[in-house]
């Protein structure tokens, strides 16, 4: 870093205002020093200078007390459904319902221990069942937990919830598993959010994205330029508040380095916030052009099934149709419009104000055109429309003899794409062209994203912090002032990965999972 060094209980003294983050047997702690008053309980958290902390598991003040259950597998008909329980009773309760094989009691097995048997209400056994045990604090939630695998049906698995439910367990809210998972510290924010994120992927890449900011490559790059911050604002404490010590004068270009370093980590997380929204959330996507060019075959071709209506008749399509699609490693929420012409029909007049509107708004614009005929004012008009637009040319009816109208098209767009809704040919073509119109044709998962507008907001905020950091050191106010805005980014960052987050943030995360994660 190239700060330069100070006594060490001097530097561990003008520490002391800052949100210190460590890692330790699987848990995350803060260990901020008292200054200026004492620590006061708060909702299950400590308070220390405004910042919030969670060091030990508090089961009555984080809401935990309660050992709770619910259906861990999607509701439906399947070979295995899986009910789940979490609490300092879950082994008890979990011991009440099932009768293992060979006789033993769950009580007495340790973590990561299986057995077979079945499950019963009352004395009446109604499935056989496997009963996976885990010991606090090696399991997901860092509690006790036990998994009932039961035979998949509804009423099996609904009736080993009410089994377990009817011996002490509390239903489980929305992602209350993550909650505690979270709020024991085996996992950040950013990990917790991540675990939604992975269950809802619609795509390879979003996939894999989420799985990299599980594994802790997002909260690793925070951490990194946090450390950066406090370093700085450390030596800067130092020298301000013990001017007596042999403290080695500062660099104001040293530290001007530094914040440029912590401001280039946070830029590069902003920077690629909106590709990777567009790999993990989706595009909106507009097929727009003259009637009869083939814009519902083209979307019944997408979707692989009979979403609009096809026929020879212009205006067919008078209202917009939506379907969500995969094409390469995008998901497009496409919308099929009405064709763009001028009409007297009310009814697709509206259908076409609409479709205009739609152009407008979209992402990602596909305007089609029909290769087997001269382009039409109509046609002209689109690719006026389609001026400045995130747009792909798709010439369609690539399986009748072409018109002279590629040249024209290839001049219009910067991307044309030959496709065949009939023979089903171009897909793999137009997924390129999508990828290079939106710029993610290089996207890589394993580089850490900002996944949500939550995290954006916080990185956002830290950076501007930092920006107006290297404004004060430039500008040469004092070290104080410009430690102002350092610690600023630094509880900006805290917030990021729940280190310092409120009650009511994390219930606001947590409310949005399903029941049994």
Known sequence: MGIPPCNPSVCSQARSHLPLQGRQSGFNTLAPLVRGGAAQPQGGFTVIDSILFSPTPNKEGAGMAKTIAAIATPHGVGGIGVVRLSGDRAVEIAQAVFRAADGSRLSDLPGYTARFGSVAQGEKAFDQAVALVFRAPRSYTGEDVVELSVHGGLVTVERTLQAVLAAGAAPAGPGEFTKRAFLHGKMDLTEAESVADLISASGQAAADSAYTALSGALRQK???????????????????????????????????????????????????????????????????????????????????????????????????????????DLTLRLADTAGLRQTDDVVEQIGVERAQARLQQARLVLAVFDGSTPLTPADEELMTLCKGKNAVAVVNKNDLPPAAVQEKIRAAFDRVVAYSAKNHTGRDDLAVAVADALGVQNFDAADPLLANERQRQCCQMAADCVAEAMAALEGGMTYDAVNVSIDAAADALLSLTGARATQAVVDRIFEKFCVGK
């Open 222 to 328: 925070i951490e990194g330029a946090l450390d950066i911050l406090m370093e700085v604002s450390a030596g800067m404490a130092a020298w301000v508040d013990y001017p007596d010590e042999e403290i080695p004068e500062l660099d104001s270009d040293t530290l001007l380095k530094s914040l440029q370093q912590a401001q280039g980590l946070l830029s590069h997380l902003l920077a690629g916030y909106d590709n990777g929204q567009l790999m993990t959330a989706g595009v909106d996507t507009v097929i727009v052009g003259r009637p009869n060019v083939g814009k519902s075959a083209l979307m019944n071709d997408l979707t692989g099934q009979e979403t609009s209506i096809v026929t020879a008749v212009q205006g067919t399509t008078r209202d917009v149709v939506e379907r969500t699609v995969r094409l390469g």
